[in-house]
């Protein structure tokens, strides 16, 4: 792969919450990389704004995940040694709905299929354990203790900077315009010029499509999704040790949350289903009146000890694909690589997304099929 006319072995388009993992984990390997960052990594206009994360091994979007959260849980660790940076706090999570449904059944069994030790609290024992909480007649809660969060825009700072430490070089406010495949290089334009790399990987979130064919670009949207915080008068109740992640749903309500991470606010989100963007640049920040109505609704149902009108909020964008799942592989026998499409889910396995590509890209292994860009 290596040859005297590429200014790198690997290009890499995005260094959010993908590309900058993937930038540490090809450094760490010796690959010579060149990333590509129109903002600057940490920046708060795509997927990684909003302080913080969910990390969970069970799992209820498949059994096929738990393998690379197991290998993300092991990675995330790993940038914290090498960074000296704290990143995953694991305090625990719930997963709160009628067991009868789709979302608590599907968990369960994923855990069982795959080892991952769950509790499941009934609507009493929650109550006891954990009263901020308002379960419903019938509801359970499943307690996963490996779960936690992640500090994203920490995350991305850390990975960035010992991949620099590494040997990779990061081209900030440098916006790729085009790529194209150039015999056994590829070739990347940008507004400060143009490099030639050995292979590329798309890790541009929100702004990939534009390097997608039409029938892959067809298959994704940007979309904007809603943070908000919430006050108490009872935030040591709130914190990690008393306050696990959570996910909680009550019929057609929806909502996720995390611990104070200030000791001022605690933060619960999802009530406001995500909606399509037609430029992630230029995506409204601010909630609207009914968006806060629907997200204080849910908190004053779900979360009494909260106070339910948000003190903060504020959005992100990030790719979704039609059909949920991620796009990792390479387009056709080609030189570009795609780790993209994450939609909304994508940080907790972002380290170990990372490491199978540069798997890939190194000749080590393959990329998993069920990911693999030619289902569409």
């Known amino acids: 792969m290596t040859a005297s006319n590429l200014d790198a072995q690997v290009g890499i388009i995005g260094t959010g919450t993908i590309g900058s993992m993937l930038a540490w ?31 969970r091994l069970a799992y209820a979007e498949g059994a096929q995940y738990v393998p690379l959260l197991r290998d993300s849980l ?32 599907g968990l369960v069994e994923s855990a069982r299929e795959t080892g991952v030790a769950v509790e499941v609290l009934s609507r009493d024992e929650a109550a006891q354990r954990y ?25 991305v700072l850390s990975a960035t900077r010992v991949a620099e430490g590494a040997g990779a070089e990061v081209l900030r406010y440098t916006e790729v315009t085009n790529i194209a495949e150039d ?35 067809a298959a994704v949207e940007p979309r904007r999704v809603l943070l908000s915080w ?86 992100f964008t990030d790719l979704f694909t039609t059909d949920g799942k991620p796009l990792v592989g390479r387009i056709g026998d080609g030189r570009v690589v795609l780790a993209t499409g994450h939609s909304g889910r ?6 170990g997304i990372a490491a199978m590509v540069t798997d890939a890209v190194t000749g080590k292994a393959g990329l998993p099929e069920f990911l693999a860009p030619e289902r569409f």
């Not at 660790?77 to 305090?91: F, P």
Request: hydrophobic share 40%.
């Open 25 to 55: 984990q090809l450094a760490r390997r010796g690959v010579d990389v060149l990333a590509f960052e129109q903002f600057s990594p940490g920046h708060d206009r795509g997927a990684v704004g909003g302080e913080t994360r969910l990390f």
């Open 74 to 105: 092991r990675l995330w660790r790993e940038l914290e040694a090498e960074s000296g940076d704290g990143i995953l706090t694991q305090c625990g999570g719930l997963a709160i709905g009628d067991p009868a449904e789709d979302y608590i059944s």
């Open 131 to 155: 009263p901020q909480h308002r379960l419903r007649d019938g509801e359970v809660a499943v307690l996963d203790e490996q779960a936690g969060f992640l500090r994203c825009e920490q995350a």
């Open 183 to 217: 015999g056994d290089s590829v070739l990347v334009h940008t507004t400060g010029g143009t490099h030639r790399v050995g292979e590329v990987v798309v890790c541009a979130g929100s702004w990939a499509s534009r390097f997608l064919p039409g029938a892959l670009a």
């Open 230 to 315: 919430f006050g108490t008068e009872a935030i040591d109740d709130y914190r990690p040790e008393r306050f696990p992640i959570f996910i909680h749903h009550d019929g057609d309500v929806h909502v996720y949350g995390t611990p104070t991470v200030d000791g001022v606010m605690v933060k619960v989100a999802g009530a406001v289903t995500s909606h399509p963007v037609p430029e992630p640049a230029a995506v409204d920040r601010r909630h609207s009146l009914p968006e806060i109505r629907t997200i204080a609704g849910a908190v004053r149902q779900m979360l009494p000890g909260l106070h339910p009108e948000p003190v903060r909020t504020d959005a």
């Open 346 to 351: 994508g940080f907790k396995y972002a380290p």
